[in-house]
């Protein structure tokens, strides 16, 4: 390119301009327009009519054909009953006996069956229907019963434990007690005192497995103890005699 001559003036001026071109700022983003559409968002959901609950299948459990019903009409103990033992806590064994059986099955639930209480247990505290902590009014302690009544009540008594999750154990020394009972009763021992040893025995050994003791073995017959259940029933006839004595010598 030939060289054209231009003033100094000319020529700063020329500077200046290219000198403006470079140091511009680039271009700023487009903006835009207030008209034109917005993004599409998501729409939130209509509120739906309400469904009616969905009923549960009904599952139909099948059954024999050939089977009939029981010869004997079931007595199955009071809830409180298998809570206890279900917990290997001490309950009378009356509860296990055809009395107490019967009585669980006259119950009619009310109000109470649908409420809850708290109950303390060695894991903390939990919650148990009414129903399974209520007591029956007319339990019998284990001294008080039959010998008829005992050897009855054994067999719901061992069968619940077994229900209840009990180790075999436990289950297998606790019917080795009463067939050791029977052995001392067939060889003449004084059914009173076994009555009254029975319930030593069971009492102190659920208090033993819940740590209120040393735990021993129920089945293992104790000639001492046995004795000492024998003076205590012969303490106590004496003193019955003298106190109907004093009442017919009385004025």
């Known amino acids: 390119m030939d060289h054209f ?22 271009n700023p983003p487009p903006v835009q327009p207030l008209n034109s559409p917005l993004p599409d968002l998501p729409i939130p959901p209509k509120n739906e009519e309400p469904q009616p609950p969905t009923r549960k299948k009904v599952i139909f459990p099948d ?14 103990p009071s809830q409180y009953a298998v809570g206890k033992i279900e917990n290997m806590e001490y309950v009378e064994l009356w509860y296990f006996t055809t009395e107490g059986c019967r009585e669980a099955s006259k119950a009619t639930p009310t109000a109470a069956d649908d409420t809850f209480c708290i109950l303390n247990t060695d894991t903390g505290l939990t919650l148990q229907s009414f129903k399974v902590t209520r007591a029956s009014r007319n339990a019998i302690a284990d001294e008080h019963l039959s010998w008829e ?18 180790p075999k154990k436990h289950t297998l ?33 659920h208090d033993a497995m819940r740590g209120r003791g040393t735990p021993f073995n129920p089945s293992r017959f104790n000639e001492n103890l ?13 003193e019955e005699l003298q106190r109907m004595a004093s009442k017919m010598l009385s004025p």
Not at 10 to 21: E, F, K, P, S, W
Not at 63 to 76: E, G, K, S
């Open 173 to 205: 020394a606790l019917a080795q007690l009463y067939i050791d009972l029977e052995d001392h009763k067939a060889a003449g021992y004084n059914p009173r005192a076994l009555i009254l040893y029975h319930a030593i025995v069971r009492k102190q050994w």
């Open 63 to 76: 059954f024999d054909l050939n089977t009939t019903v029981a010869d004997r009409i079931p007595h199955a």
């Open 226 to 238: 046995f004795i000492g259940v024998v003076n205590q029933i012969r303490d106590r006839d004496q």
């Open 149 to 166: 009544q005992i050897m009855t009540a054994r067999h719901n008594l061992i069968a619940t434990a077994d229900r209840g999750g009990w």
């Open 5 to 26: 001559q231009c003033s100094e003036d000319a020529a700063n001026r020329l500077r200046a301009t290219v000198q403006g071109l470079l140091e511009e700022p680039p």
